[in-house]
């Protein structure tokens, strides 16, 4: 049964300049409360910390108005229900784990925008001829298992379940961790949904970059997600005392990882568009006076384009080939995923702009180098995507990254703005 505000299908209320963004930023404070560390921001798959942000989502959905729930995966999904008779879903969301020691916006201003949004729709008793689904995706970063977008893949339908087997650092499984937690991997399946029965996918974003700030502008509208392939790499040699063993004579692991290391670098400085980062690097059971016979390394490759990524990618694996033959050492390299470019779609493209442009700023168009849940729904309903200015030099995954209570305030009013033209007949 609708509630009494539903019923009424009143008029949206106006929002005061600045309510929203408030809003928002005093509940992001209050969900980086929950962490695994003291004096920062940690919040990592299925952990104690990670639970504790899901529970006071759920509840904060509910006092929204929302139906809310934690699905098989750890998803929060909140449900501000249309009365319209086979009405399709709107999908709004972002994640809410973070990367170690991180800022408190990146992934959760977009749950949080969504939530005000549809807190505010509520409180005005303005009905909407679609679903309006708020969710919370539970892991995007990958962090624990190697492996991001976890969430966002079991309602786009492309969850792989081999990732059940994926292990973390202690030997944990995916399986076992969800059941560790109540939940049975077996249902996860059943959370996908059918790409007729949605109306498209939003995501809010800080823009973890500069572009916005240097432009002094508080919002843009993003084109397109640059694809990604992630692998890991392990480099095997021969230990060996550092005092005794000239140096023509070693199979030193460490060194030729940093070799490694400075051939990714110099290959994707070669291209515009193109960036590659070693992100972990770790000499297991390392000593100082002891040649490294182990070194463990993660290589991510990025461009807009795939063809780029690709390229690039097939001569950085040839290149580590040769320094490993080269060296004397063995590099196995698995590779852990891999996402393509991605573009918006020029319909949701479109209606970003005009909102931004009612709302007095000038419509500025940007790719994102940065993955986002959004990739998941690419080719499953209509995807857009919209940037929020980072603060502080445009520095994000830091816990300097920062968002404006007034540049919170118009992204959330964009929004609202694009809900209500995808409301009208």
Request: net charge negative; with cysteine.
């Amino acid at each position: 049964m609708m509630n009494e505000p539903m019923q009424r299908a009143a008029q949206v209320v106006t929002v005061s300049p600045g309510t929203l963004g408030a809003r928002i930023l005093d509940l992001a404070d209050r969900l980086a409360t929950h962490s695994e560390m003291t004096g920062g921001l940690t919040c990592t798959y299925l952990s104690p910390a990670h639970r504790a942000v899901a529970k006071d989502l759920q509840e904060l959905m509910q006092k929204a108005g929302l139906e809310a729930a934690i699905d098989a995966v750890g998803n929060i999904t909140g449900r501000y229900r249309s009365a319209t008779p086979g009405a399709k879903a709107l999908i709004v969301g972002s994640h809410y784990d973070t990367v170690v020691n991180a800022g408190r916006y990146d992934g959760r201003l977009g749950i949080l925008t969504a939530l005000a949004i549809a807190e505010h729709l509520h409180k005005a008793g303005q009905a909407l001829p679609f679903h309006l689904d708020v969710i919370a995706f539970a892991e995007e970063e990958g962090v624990r298992f190697s492996a991001p977008y976890i969430g966002s893949s079991a309602i786009a339908g492309r969850f792989d379940q081999g990732l059940l087997q994926r292990r973390d650092t202690g030997g944990m499984s995916l399986a076992d961790a969800l059941r560790e937690v109540g939940s049975k991997p077996e249902d996860i399946a059943a959370l996908a949904r059918r790409p007729q029965d949605l109306l498209g996918y939003l995501e809010v974003h800080i823009e973890q970059g500069p572009v916005l700030l240097n432009g002094n502008l508080p919002a843009g509208v993003v084109t397109a997600i640059a694809g990604c392939a992630r692998h890991q790499v392990i480099v095997e040699g021969s230990a060996g005392h550092a005092g005794t063993v000239p140096m023509a004579l070693r199979r030193d692991a460490a060194a030729a990882a940093a070799e490694i290391v400075l051939a990714l670098e110099r290959r994707c400085s070669a291209e515009p568009g193109l960036v590659g980062t070693v992100g972990k690097l770790a000499v297991p059971g390392g000593a100082i006076n002891v040649i490294p016979a182990r070194c463990e390394l993660t290589l991510d490759i990025r461009a807009g384009e795939d063809s780029v990524r690709a390229a690039a990618e097939r001569d950085v694996l040839a290149e580590i080939a040769r320094i490993a033959a080269r060296r004397g050492v063995t590099a196995d390299v698995l590779e852990l995923s891999r996402t393509p470019a991605t573009s918006c779609a020029p319909r949701l493209q479109a209606l970003m702009a005009q909102a931004l442009a009612r709302a007095g700023v000038e419509p500025l168009h940007l790719p994102s180098g940065a993955g986002h849940d959004a990739v998941m729904f690419s080719g499953v309903t209509e995807m857009g995507m919209l940037f929020v200015r980072c603060g502080n030099g445009g520095i994000s995954h830091d816990p300097r990254e920062i968002v404006t209570a007034d540049d919170a305030d118009i992204g959330a009013r964009v929004l609202l703005d694009i809900i209500l033209s995808l409301a009208r007949p």
